[in-house]
């Protein structure tokens, strides 16, 4: 305390919730045994994507908040010895650095199960023991963004900046706006946005912008009261969005128009763009990949 006014405490950013609950019926029949998160963007699968970025922000712990069918994700990040011991034995060195990145310190994941599919926010909501006092980040395994800079590192920096609400955004066709959480937009520095208003996928005549979240947020524990009253949205659904849209004027709120391309590999369309794109950002993969699409490209 200084001047009898009290000092902000920005409390650090180390936790992470990995909303991973969703059936995949986009992807059928490809999901009916298997989750939408196990899907491989070229060799690694989603959830592996959402991680390494959330590593690369300084997030330790993290928390997956799952449903019916969903344990192999918890196997996912398993030790698996007797694969491991056979690699060992017959010499597989890069077998085994692949696995590298799966393994977690003992303790940093643990799961939570959603047992209704309330919603985003009903999700978020499940992971509030695990969250405590302490702020967090969610990200969309869904949504995977090529950058320099991790995203949600950019977010992270934002937010050690500011100590509120951070959220990824970026432009979207006005057409599109029923599809995502829309931004009132304050004052604008061409990067981060100040956020004055928030609406989950209002039609195109009501949006108040065409600035969209997407699948990546920081937000602090305050968020969790405002979810508890499980208050249904659009969609008949628990929106993470209508939660935080309470929160603006409480905390600092933020978007910000991260560096990079996002795919949503929740769409067909998005999830094949992706493959090519991350194959073309690989050195063992880009040149033979630009070799096989230059016919396709040819004939288009
Ligand atoms: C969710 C959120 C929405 C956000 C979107 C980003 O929607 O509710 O606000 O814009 O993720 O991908 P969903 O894609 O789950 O319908």
Redo the contacts with the bound molecule.
């Keep these: 305390m200084t001047n009898g006014r009290q000092a902000i405490v920005i409390k650090p950013l180390r936790k992470a919730v990995l909303p991973v609950a969703?059936l995949g019926t986009r992807f059928l029949p490809a999901t009916k045994a298997m989750s939408k998160e196990m899907l491989p963007v070229v060799d690694r699968p989603l959830i592996q994507y959402a991680v390494d970025e959330a590593r690369a922000a300084g997030i330790e712990q993290f928390c997956m908040i799952t449903g019916r069918g969903k344990t192999e994700l918890v196997e996912y990040f398993d030790i698996a010895y007797e694969l491991e011991a056979t690699l060992r034995e017959r010499g597989k060195q890069e077998g085994l650095d692949a696995l590298r990145d799966t393994s977690m310190q003992p303790g940093s994941i643990v799961s939570v199960r959603q047992q209704e599919p309330m919603?985003?926010?009903h999700a978020i909501w499940c992971a509030r023991s695990f969250i405590g006092e302490d702020p967090f980040a969610i990200l969309?395994p869904?949504?995977i963004i090529l950058s320099k800079t991790p995203c949600l590192k950019q977010l992270a920096d934002a937010y050690h900046l500011t100590g509120g609400n951070v959220v990824a955004v970026s432009e979207v066709p006005p057409e599109q706006t029923n599809?995502?959480?829309?931004l009132r937009v304050g004052s604008d520095d061409g990067h981060m946005v100040e956020v004055t208003g928030?609406v989950?996928?209002p039609a195109p005549e009501d949006a108040p912008s065409n600035l969209?979240?997407?699948?990546r947020y920081v937000l602090t524990a305050d968020v969790m009261p405002f979810l508890a009253k499980l208050e249904r949205g659009?969609?008949n659904e628990v929106?993470?969005?209508d939660a935080m849209a309470k929160m603006i004027g409480r905390v600092p709120f933020h978007g910000i128009r991260y560096e990079g391309k996002r795919f949503?590999c929740?769409d067909k369309v998005g999830f094949l763009e992706a493959q090519i794109a991350f194959a073309l950002e690989r050195e063992d993969l880009g040149p033979a990949v630009r070799a096989f699409l230059k016919p396709y490209c040819e004939c288009l």
């Design positions: 969703g919603g985003l926010g969309l869904d949504d599809r995502y959480g829309i928030l989950e996928k969209s979240i997407i699948g659009a969609g929106q993470l969005t949503d929740g």
